[in-house]
């Protein structure tokens, strides 16, 4: 078919420049949507009709149904071939519960004769070809940031909303261009704290509300302390209070439950999501604590004040100029780190017909889906149904080496399975306008562009890191174009596409493999479209760049490599968890084994330092470092933090006790815990342990104790159990490793 225009398929058919948000506005008879504009740095806003629409296979399920729905007639082969329009969502609710009794089937049902979108803004981006921002940059947009305090009783290790005494102490606010102000606990009583808050946000009315672990900590602690003094949380341009709903985000294996908040005519944001998404593609966070993300991104201020969290609420009441300098850090770091994570976003909403904070927290099988049922809709072209699952095969991993490697370099093939489809021309069978292969070479582009810019080196890291963090996303958006179509959910699968692509892949990878062997390197690990390697020794830089032509020159036509890695050393530890050098001397570590929350504080410390010493050519100072960290524990030096587990409790105590009755549970430290301690622990709470006794080997819910309970004069922390793990751990971190991967025939892999 004829090319699609480049910026009306990317950037959607109808330009609407300043858009900062879209709300449904229902009415009796006839819906509106209001839009909220930008323009000239003045906030405006106007309404427009919108009919709810639905698809479905045919129109004689809705027969006899009133209002009557306007039917649209859709051309093409695909099964729903019909449009039903309603005057209003309520009109379509209503046909739903019809559909639903007339048909025995809902609408996520596998075979169901309908389907429909049930956010009406995203209906109305899709059918109206808008898109957000326009010529806006995101410093144009108003930002209002937000980070809160909380008391908590000293004999506790964390705050929870629904204990009476679990105040908020403070509430820090800051738009990012230099204003912050701090609503202090000292000043005003909580339900005055709330009040003003309030105040603010209405009087600076931002156009995004963001925080860092907003979600999960922050709003629904005032939404509770709200309710708890009866002040509405009227956060919203037209003066309604925040809505919230159950959702759950997915990053990579991570799976996060959380409360989603929508404030009306704001985008409402949390970069602790933003952050998890990130660190997909990087795995170069540690954890995703404000504090540890500030410092990845080199914004955390030289000067800026570290509390622990177990003495925030003490240093309110005895360092108060501490704390508050603490609160604004806080408020300040989010204010930092928010650009940065949300530029790929907002790079997206310029693209996709979803809002911003939908977009933050989306998957990307959704994404793609969106960008093509916004062409077919504009087509009025029928739609596919999904096909029923399938299994292939997938991509190629292998680890060829475990143990230290010197000189490492990493090649990866740009877009592997885009570039495959590419190259073949092909687009899912059920798509016949051919959107789908058109969206992925413009946005390919996009990313190449995108990644050359942050290479520059005459930027400034700060602006380099934000379009590495865009070619990163959207690296990671053009390579789920495959997966989407292996997806069960999508509308437009293929998994002979899918199967074929990867076989393809597969092939390529292994030949390439073949290649740098042949040229004398050694391979380390392959994960689906990289590889790491170690080059043939000896090597000038005239050298290597021979090498680099000599390998890529056998790649089949349309695939291209880029080195775009190279480290003092690599600590392979087992497929996909590796430890890196990089020339300044900075130790990253990339893998969910390096980073478990499995191990105690003091053992992800004595990994870091293993590795660093490692890579660093100075593993003959392990011994001592052994030998050091066994005599502080078994000196008992270290502080409770360093050998105490925190858990979250699902369940209250009650619960989990009435269920371990009826057998369906085993014992858990946490909850035993919490169950032995006489204090009021509730779902929700945070529970840290350590263990007790004189054995290494101890069942650990019978000698768990609280860490709030630890007595630094009379410690009982147990020395053997702890010493047990700490020489565990070092025994697999043999610090004989190979330093080459010719020498590893005659070490012992480390599992």
């Known amino acids: 078919m004829k090319p699609l225009s480049r910026d009306e398929l990317v950037y959607g058919f109808t330009p609407e420049p300043g858009l900062v948000a879209v709300e449904h506005a229902p009415g009796e008879t006839a819906d509106a949507m209001t839009l909220f ?73 596998p075979g169901a004769p309908y389907f429909v979108l049930r956010d009406p803004v995203q209906q109305f981006l899709l059918d109206t070809g808008r898109t957000s921002f326009g010529d806006l940059l995101l410093p144009d947009l108003e930002f209002l940031f937000l980070d809160i305090e909380t008391d908590c009783d000293p004999a506790r290790d964390f705050s929870n909303p629904d204990r009476e005494e679990d105040r908020i102490l403070s509430i820090a606010l800051a738009d990012g261009r230099g204003w912050t102000q ?48 009866r002040v509405p949380l009227a956060l919203g341009r037209d003066g309604s209070r925040i809505e919230s709903f ?40 540690e954890n995703h604590t404000l504090k540890t993300v500030a410092r990845h991104f080199g914004v955390a201020a030289p000067d800026r004040t570290y ?31 928010a650009p940065i994570l949300l530029n790929a976003a907002y790079a997206q909403s310029l693209i996709l017909p979803l809002p911003l904070e939908t977009i933050c927290v989306r998957g990307n099988a959704g994404k793609i889906e969106a960008l093509l049922l916004r062409e077919y809709l504009r087509a009025r072209q029928a739609v596919p149904a999904p096909e029923p699952p399938q299994t292939f095969e997938g991509g190629y991993t292998d680890l060829f080496f475990e143990g230290l490697a010197r000189d490492v370099h990493h090649c990866d093939v740009r877009s592997l399975y885009p570039s495959i ?95 740098l062997r042949e040229l004398g390197a050694q391979p380390i690990e392959i994960d689906t ?57 900075t130790v990253i570590l990339k893998g969910a084994a390096l980073k478990s929350r499995g191990l105690e504080p003091f053992q992800r410390d004595f990994l870091r330092e293993w590795l660093t010493l490692t890579l660093h050519g100075r593993a003959e ?66 529970v840290a342990y350590y263990v007790t006794g004189d054995k290494k080997n101890v069942p650990v819910h019978a000698h768990a104790k609280l860490a709030a309970a630890f007595d630094p004069a009379h410690r009982d922390e147990n020395v053997p159990y702890y010493l047990a793990k700490l020489d565990a751990l070092a025994k697999k971190l043999d610090a004989r490793s190979p330093e080459t991967p010719e020498a590893q025939d005659d070490q012992p892999t480390l599992f």
């Open 182 to 229: 701090l609503l202090d606990g000292r000043d005003l009583d909580e339900k005055a704290l709330l009040k003003k808050f309030v105040e603010l946000v209405r009087q600076r009315d931002p156009d995004v509300v963001a925080g860092h672990n907003l979600f999960k900590f922050d709003l629904p602690y005032l939404e509770t302390r709200a309710k708890r003094h």
């Open 621 to 686: 100072e392990i011994p001592a470092m052994v030998a050091r960290r066994r005599a502080e524990i078994a000196a008992r030096q270290l502080p409770v933090a360093a050998f105490a587990k925190t858990e979250m409790l699902t369940d209250s105590p009650a619960t989990y006790q009435r269920k371990r009755e009826a057998g369906g549970k085993s014992r858990q430290p946490a909850y035993e815990v919490a169950l032995a301690s006489g204090r009021e622990f509730q779902a929700g709470d945070a």
């Open 307 to 337: 509390l622990d969290g177990r003495r925030i609420a003490a240093a309110f009441r005895d360092d108060h100029e501490a704390f508050l300098r603490y609160a604004l850090d806080d408020v300040r770091e989010t204010a930092a780190i």
């Open 421 to 515: 489809l590419l190259r073949e021309g092909r687009s899912p069978r059920n798509d016949p306008l051919g959107v789908f292969l058109q969206l992925l070479a413009h946005l390919r582009d996009f990313r190449i562009d995108a990644k050359k810019r942050a290479q520059d080196p005459t930027l400034s890291p700060a602006a380099a890191g934000r379009w590495d963090a865009l070619q990163a996303t959207f690296k990671i958006l053009i390579n789920s174009f495959y997966g989407y179509l292996g997806f069960p959910q999508a509308r437009f699968n293929d998994y002979e596409l899918a199967a074929g692509v990867t076989e393809q892949g597969r092939e390529i990878l292994r030949g390439m493999v073949a290649k």
């Open 37 to 109: 504009l930008r323009r000239d740095g003045k906030l405006a806003t106007h309404q427009e009709p919108f009919a709810p629409f639905l698809w479905l296979t045919k129109a004689e399920p809705l027969a006899g149904f009133e209002p009557a729905p306007e039917i649209v007639r859709l051309a093409g082969d695909n099964p729903f071939r019909v449009l039903a329009r309603f005057p209003t969502w309520a009109a379509l609710e209503r046909a739903l519960g019809h559909l639903r009794k007339v048909t025995g089937r809902t609408p996520s049902d």
């Open 246 to 285: 159950a959702s759950r985000f997915t990053a990579a294996e991570r799976t996060v439950a959380y409360s989603r908040y929508h404030v009306h005519g704001r985008q409402v944001v949390d970069t602790y999501l933003l952050a998890l998404a990130y660190d997909v593609s990087h795995r170069a966070l």
């Open 529 to 585: 479209d990289g590889i790491y390697f170690t080059p043939p020794g000896g090597l000038d830089d005239a050298g290597l760049a021979r090498f680099q032509k000599d390998f890529r020159g056998h790649l089949p036509a349309g695939i291209e490599v880029e080195f775009d890695g190279r480290y003092p050393a690599m600590f392979s530890y087992k497929m996909k968890n590796y430890a890196l050098l990089e020339d300044d001397g």
